[in-house]
Every structure is written in C-alpha cells, then in structure tokens.
C-alpha cells in the first residue's frame, strides 16, 4: 500500500525556465551561452551547496565575454519560476485533504529555494522538503534518497516519489521505491487514481 508521495518541485510543482532571467538575450542567444559555459553543470554545482558568486567569479575569469551572465541569473531567478505546473495544485490539495503524506525531494540552491518557495504556495503543503543545497547532495546520488528515508523515516516500499527525470526516477526505483516519470498532471493523477490516491 502506497501511503506517501515524494514530489520533485521544478517542472513538477513550479514551471522553470532559466532563460528568463536574461530577458535582453533572445532564446537562441541564451542557449548559445549557457552552452559556452556549462550552465547546467553550473546549476547542479549550485544545487550541491556552491555560492552563485563563486560560479560567477569561475565563469568571468574562463569566459570574460560573458561577465555578469551568472550573477544576473541568480539575481533575477524569480523570473524564472513562470508559475505553478498545470494542475498540481489542486492535485496536491486533494492528496492532502485524503490523507496522504507529502514530501518534497529537490536539486535546489539553498540561494533561490527561499523564492521557489514565495512563488508556488503548494510547495508550502508539503510536510517537509529536502533541499540538494542544505545537505550537500543531489539526485541522482542514491544518499539524498537514503537522507530523506532516515530524516523523514520514510518506507519506500510505501512511497511513489514523482520526478520529471528518468535517472532520478530509476535511482528511487533502485532503493525499493515506486517511480512516476513526471510529464503532466492529468497522467500522474491516472497513476494515483489506480494507487487509490485520488480520483481518476
């Protein structure tokens, strides 16, 4: 029996998308330096406990021609935090309402989660959110999991953690617990509906 949902937050519970912190870079022009750069090994440095100033400092001193690219993504993170994902507020209200116990499980900044947090207020009905940037580990890492299943005291065998990437999904899998690729609200809830979680 399923008892608990373990819920990833970015693009599972907030839409994310980074570009929008450079509103004066076109998309093309944003992909074309966060490429240069490595932005996405820059974020999940971030997510792991390291200062966006560091990242900024690291990223002006190898690429000068994108000095400010960094810090101005982490200044205007809020802007890209475009809003709740369809449907999963409500959802997660109903599975609360029902009983069902709420984690959250995230590759966050300790830096920018305070304005996840401020932008999405479902995230606020979880019981508890582990945050990759407080303990020093993210997913895929099989020790998050590990943390959260001794802090939480969390059964896998009674959980279905939710993520919208694969190999997180199948690092859950692997520790015992059941795994739901994230793609939209109505799917997810068609998989809890048969796990008695809520109503198809």
């Known amino acids: ?13 907030v839409s ?17 330096v966060a490429g240069r750069i490595g ?3 820059l974020n999940l440095r971030a997510d792991a ?12 001193a190898r690429w000068p021609g994108t000095a400010g690219f960094v810090e101005q993504y982490e200044r205007e993170f809020a802007a ?8 999963m507020p409500e959802l997660v209200g109903e599975l609360r309402e029902r009983g069902t116990r709420l984690l959250g499980l995230t590759n966050w900044s300790t830096e920018t989660f305070p304005r996840g947090v ?17 303990i020093g580990l993210v997913k895929p890492d ?12 969390v059964e896998p065998a009674r959980a279905l953690f939710v993520d919208d990437r694969a190999e997180n999904v199948e690092a859950a899998r692997a520790l015992g617990f059941r795994g739901h690729v994230f793609t939209t609200a109505t799917v ?9 979680l809520a109503h198809a």
């Open 1 to 13: 029996m399923i008892d608990t949902v373990v819920l990833d937050l970015g693009q599972v519970l």
């Open 16 to 32: 994310w998308e980074p570009w929008r912190a450079h509103p004066d870079l076109t998309r093309q022009e944003w992909d074309a």
């Open 39 to 41: 932005f996405h090994d």
């Open 49 to 60: 406990g390291e200062r966006w100033a560091d990242l900024e400092i690291e990223v002006a």
């Open 80 to 87: 890209t935090l475009v809003g709740p994902v369809a449907g």
């Open 118 to 134: 401020a932008a999405v207020p479902a995230i606020g009905e979880l019981e508890a959110v582990v945050v990759s940037g407080e």
């Open 142 to 153: 099989p020790a998050i999991y590990e943390h959260l299943v001794a802090t939480h005291e």
């Open 188 to 196: 997810l809830r068609r998989e809890l509906a048969v796990l008695d």
